[in-house]
C-alpha cells in the first residue's frame, strides 16, 4: 500500500512484559515520527529521525522506551518492562521533508498493558 | 513551551449548519499549521496544512485560516454533514507536532 502501515494494530501486554511495535513509513520518506496518544487526549510527540538518526528523543517518557531505525526505513518502538500507565495508542507519522512537508500518519497500535 | 488549545471540546449540530471550530496557540514560532481528522479507533487524517506565510486553506467545504500574530487558527466546516462526525485536532508544527486535545464534533441527521 501507499501509506503509513503499523503493526500489530492490538497488543495486549501483561505488566512487566516486553514489546516492540513496528512502523513501516511511506516509501522515500526521510522523517518519521513517534506519537502517544491517551485516552481522550492529543497525540504528544515521543520521538523523530531523520533517515536513520535519531535526532530528537526528548518526548520518550523514560528510559524504558527505545526507539531505533537502522536503515533508514522501517523503525521498531520497543517498551520494556511495560506498565499500566503505558496503555495508550502509538501512532507513527512520516514526511518528506524535515520541516514543511505534511506528516502522514498510520492507524497507530492500541497498546493495552493488564 | 508551545502549548495548544481547542475550544469547544465537543459540539452536536444538526445536519446542514455551518460551524466553527478554534484553536489557539501560546508561541507564535511555528513553520505551518494542520487540521487532522480521528474517527474513533483509526489513525489521523490530515485536512488541511498552512504554512506560516498563509493566512488560509480551502479544500471543499473546509476553510482554515491562521493568525500567527494573535496564535489563532480556525477551521470553517460549511453544510455539515453526518460524516463530518468525528474528532478534529489541530497541531502546529516545529518540527515535531504539537496537538490540542481536540474537538469532538457529532452533526446530527
Known amino acids: 500500500g501507499a501509506g503509513v502501515s503499523q503493526s500489530p494494530r492490538y497488543k495486549v501486554a501483561k505488566r512487566g512484559q516486553d514489546v516492540a511495535l513496528r512502523c513501516d513509513p511511506i516509501?522515500?520518506?526521510?522523517?518519521l515520527f513517534w506519537y502517544q496518544q491517551a485516552l481522550g487526549q492529543g497525540p504528544e510527540f515521543l520521538t523523530y529521525f531523520q533517515n536513520e538518526a535519531q535526532l530528537d528523543k526528548s518526548g520518550l517518557p523514560s528510559d524504558r522506551f527505545f526507539a531505533e531505525r537502522p536503515e533508514g526505513s522501517v523503525s521498531t518502538l520497543k517498551i520494556q518492562r511495560t506498565q499500566q500507565e503505558d496503555s495508550a495508542v502509538y501512532l507513527c507519522?512520516?514526511?518528506?521533508?524535515?520541516?514543511?512537508?505534511?506528516?502522514?500518519f498510520g492507524p497507530g497500535t492500541r497498546l493495552t498493558v493488564t | 513551551k508551545q502549548e495548544v488549545t481547542q475550544i469547544p471540546a465537543a459540539l452536536s449540530v444538526p445536519e446542514g449548519e455551518n460551524l466553527v471550530l478554534n484553536c489557539s496557540f501560546t508561541?507564535?514560532?511555528?513553520?505551518?499549521l494542520q487540521w487532522f481528522r480521528q474517527d474513533p479507533g483509526k489513525g489521523l487524517t490530515s485536512l488541511l496544512l498552512?504554512?506560516?506565510?498563509?493566512r488560509e486553506q480551502t479544500s471543499g467545504r473546509l476553510n482554515a485560516s491562521l493568525d500567527k500574530s494573535s496564535g489563532r487558527s480556525t477551521l470553517y466546516i460549511a453544510a455539515s454533514q453526518p460524516g463530518d462526525s468525528a474528532t478534529y485536532l489541530c497541531a502546529v508544527v516545529l518540527e515535531k507536532l504539537v496537538f490540542g486535545k481536540g474537538t469532538k464534533l457529532t452533526v446530527n441527521p
Open positions: 508561541d507564535s514560532a511555528i513553520y505551518n
Open positions: 507519522a512520516s514526511s518528506l521533508d524535515r520541516v514543511v512537508a505534511e506528516q502522514y
Open positions: 516509501s522515500g520518506h526521510v522523517s
Open positions: 498552512i504554512q506560516s506565510s498563509q
